[in-house]
């Protein structure tokens, strides 16, 4: 009996590893994956992630990171492995399109590993307009397109990031400026047969456009992010351009905006939050010609012996170039969108109620 006893629990314990052997086969979910990637990659990295995912990922991914007990090897490697090929793809058609990344794919990997890496990033991802352009210097791209129709620039600022877009458009001639704010402010929809012709006098071609619908780009929104990050004196000149031209619009625009005065529209704790943000000497330097009634506004938000610290650095400061002071304020403005953004305070624009729930 003892003997029996003894083989049925050696027996047992040898079935353990078995089991596990077993379970470990079974496919991991995409999930999965995403959360086992992440707790790879730590809490820092994971967090910035998250703040390009929609609430319903977090929480799906969240949920798997917290059933997560341990990371065996073998899915650590898998896990790694894969998404080491997806960035190499995406890099690949970033550089040189589809077909492009499937050829070293290929030589790479073998034909069967590329097809599905390949069709499984096509399935998710659209590739927009102009994409070969976006890792182009702002400076060379001007070069390249201020020759070119203002629609056709437009179009082409339209669909890059607003930070470089809005280099670009501060460096074109000041005759044009307003003109291409215009129009990319009232640009709707463009037919593919449209960008491609733009795409061809730009001597460049997309390897693939991955839909024949019609794309979205321009409009209010896209033209305020860009003026947002262009410098004052350039926004400046082209509201008032836009004012003369067509009134309507640069109302519609100026009520989107915020500058940086506008932080006299902040409630008292929303500018309490802001001030936490920012760097006492970035403050000073912030605070210099702007009118008293911003500078009595942030005082009032701040301790008696912080307000003082304040006004003693403003004092001490000495000469600031004007462009060092305006890139301050952008960087605060900045700052005041992010929050808003992130829900920790209310931005009140011209012509919205206000509304407390």
Not at 199 to 213: G, H, I, M, N, Y
């Amino acid at each position: 009996m003892a003997g029996a006893g003894a083989g049925g629990a050696a027996q047992k314990k040898a079935a353990k590893p078995q089991a596990k052997k077993s379970a470990h086969k079974k496919e991991l979910t995409g999930r999965q994956k995403a959360a086992i990637f992440l707790v790879i990659m730590g809490s820092e990295v994971s967090s910035e992630v998250f703040k390009h995912l929609r609430e319903d990922e977090i929480e799906a991914i969240t949920f798997e990171i917290a059933r997560l007990d341990t990371i065996e090897p073998e899915d650590r490697d898998l896990v790694l492995s894969e998404f080491k090929d997806l960035m190499m793809a995406q890099d690949f058609i970033t550089s040189g399109g589809i077909d492009y990344a499937r050829e070293l794919l290929e030589k790479a990997l073998g034909s069967q590993k590329a097809a599905d890496i390949i069709n499984r990033l096509t399935s998710s991802l659209q590739i927009r307009p102009f994409d070969f352009i976006r890792r182009t210097d702002p400076a060379h791209l001007l070069n390249f397109i201020q020759q070119e129709h203002p629609q056709a620039i437009a179009l082409i600022l339209a669909y890059l990031e607003p930070q470089k877009a809005s280099i670009i458009l501060g460096s074109l001639p000041n005759e044009t400026r307003s003109d291409i704010a215009k129009r990319i402010a009232t640009m709707d929809r463009t037919s593919p047969e449209v960008l491609r012709e733009v795409e061809r006098v730009l001597e460049k071609k997309l390897s693939t456009l991955s839909s024949e619908d019609y794309t979205s780009a321009g409009g209010i929104e896209n033209i305020v992010e860009i003026l947002n990050l262009v410098d004052r004196s350039t926004e400046k000149m082209i509201i008032e351009s836009l004012e003369e031209e067509d009134p309507e619009l640069a109302e519609e625009i100026k009520k989107r905006m915020f500058v940086f005065e506008d932080i006299v529209l902040l409630d008292d704790r929303s500018i309490q939050r802001v001030v936490r943000e920012v760097e006492t000497n970035e403050l000073a330097k912030a605070l210099r010609g702007v009118d008293p009634e911003v500078q009595e506004k942030i005082f009032k938000n701040m301790s008696k012996r912080a307000a003082q610290v304040l006004k003693e650095e403003m004092e001490y400061l000495g000469p600031v170039r004007v462009k060092d002071v305006e890139e301050v304020q952008q960087k605060i403005v900045a700052i005041i969108r992010r929050l808003e953004d992130e829900g920790e305070i209310v931005v009140a624009r011209s012509g919205e109620e206000d509304l407390l729930l």
